[in-house]
T-cell receptor, first 112, second 114 residues
Framework: KNQVEQSPQSLIILEGKNCTLQ??????????LRWYKQDTGRGPVSLTI?????NTKSNGRYTATLDADTKQSSLHITASQLSDSASYIC???????????FGPGTRLSVLP | NAGVTQTPKFRVLKTGQSMTLLCAQD?????MYWYRQDPGMGLRLIHY???????AKGEVPDGYNVSRLKKQNFLLGLESAAPSQTSVYFC?????????????FGPGTRLLVL
């Protein structure tokens, strides 16, 4: 069964610190992997999209990595800000139609 | 440019009542989607549309119907609401299918079925 798992479930860090969120997936055949940021009470917003051939992709202070062999991805946030407090969702798309498999998200809280 | 908008923002229904959720996008996107988000779970696809006049079932379509009469609008209907349909509903849209197109999400509709 196609699944996306994320860890940790929640994370608390101090402002200015770095953190890394993990995503493991079993989706096959793989098309691409996406990271979204979802603020409380809002819809998800795309951060990065990576294909099979891409190992890393950055969007400002957000850097995503992909290891297609081990089916793992990570999202690294550098120099965290209070506005980074949100849920971060990993999404894997397979090669069939409109099948996007969403992970449950990691809830990040950045404290002053 | 409002992006993706959803109405209403919040609704309370009694079991057995019906309602329609409206999604509108002003980006001239071909593809539109309806998802539901439940605590501790990832978003799950209810129905989607790849163009005006077309609809298709997603992962959890039972109890819902959809219509795409106009390109910019995608309606989600609940004919007879059940408590299991209490959820947050998100609409999304995207441009033509390049496999890497970005999905743009609306702000969500919170639905409580008593």
């Amino acid at each position: 069964k196609n699944q996306v798992e994320q860890s940790p479930q929640s994370l608390i860090i101090l402002e200015g610190k770095n953190c890394t969120l993990q995503c493991n997936y079993t989706v096959s055949p793989f098309s691409n992997l996406r990271w979204y940021k979802q603020d409380t009470g809002r819809g998800p917003v795309s951060l990065t999209i990576m294909t099979f051939s891409e190992n890393t992709k950055s969007n400002g202070r957000y850097t995503a990595t992909l290891d297609a062999d081990t089916k793992q991805s990570s999202l690294h946030i550098t120099a965290s800000q209070l506005s980074d407090s949100a849920s971060y969702i990993c999404v894997v798309r397979d090669n069939y139609g409109q099948n996007f498999v969403f992970g449950p998200g990691t809830r990040l809280s950045v404290l002053p | 440019n409002a992006g993706v908008t959803q109405t209403p923002k919040f609704r309370v229904l009694k079991t057995g009542q019906s309602m329609t959720l409206l999604c509108a996008q002003d980006m001239n996107h071909e593809y539109m989607y309806w998802y539901r988000q439940d605590p501790g779970m990832g978003l799950r696809l209810i129905h989607y549309s790849v163009g005006e006049g077309t609809t298709a079932k997603g992962e959890v379509p039972d109890g819902y119907n959809v219509s795409r009469l106009k390109k910019q609008n995608f309606l989600l209907g609940l004919e007879s609401a059940a408590p299991s349909q209490t959820s947050v509903y998100f609409c999304a849209s995207s441009d033509r299918d390049t496999r890497q197109e970005t999905q743009y999400f609306g702000p969500g509709t919170r639905l409580l079925v008593l």
